[in-house]
């Protein structure tokens, strides 16, 4: 194993690592990096229609990144955010699952208790428990007790709440489910939330 302290960074091609200390296991490839995390990683996307792929771009920064190579897996920990194609992701944890032998991400997961997760893209901004996202059918699934979702159409915010709510990149509305405690509501707000605001 390598250990670098000291504001280390390590990098590759466009691939970027920062932390207080970093760790390498040579043998595994798995890497820790602790003290104040930060990556910059370029993810393939292919295009829906076209199938065309490009590169995009996707920070993280938390308090411990993790990357696990036998599983192709990136574990955010402590005040973690993510922003890259699945929209600015916000949680106590955060997880990226690689495609096996490509550059790609196959889905997200995020964790935060008491609806510390929130999630901004395009015009909606959702807060709840749990979140996964998808890449290939770009989906976001939040939960929680409750989930709220605020979308944003042409300055009129509307906000769906749910213990279940679905929205895809697209652009389709949230839907929501609920549960004897928490009923799925819908209604129009007064204002749109300052977090919506570019």
Known sequence: AAAYSGNAVLWQDKTTVKGA????????????????????????????KTGARKPVESTGKADTFVYNDA????????KAQINGAQGNVMGDRILLFLKPGVNELE?????GAGGNVVV??????AKGNHLTYTAADDQYVMEGA???????????CKLTVGTVVTFNRTGDSARAQGNDIFPSTSKTLPACPPELKR
């Open 21 to 48: 200390t970093i760790l390498i296991e040579e043998k595994s490839g798995n890497l820790t990096a602790s003290g104040g995390a930060t990556t910059v990683f370029m993810f393939e996307e292919a295009d829906r």
């Open 71 to 78: 599983k192709r897996l990136a574990t955010y920990t402590g």
């Open 107 to 111: 889905r997200a997961e995020a964790y």
């Open 120 to 125: 901004r893209e395009g015009q909606k901004l």
């Open 146 to 156: 409750p989930v709220e979702v605020t979308e944003e159409t042409k300055g009129v």
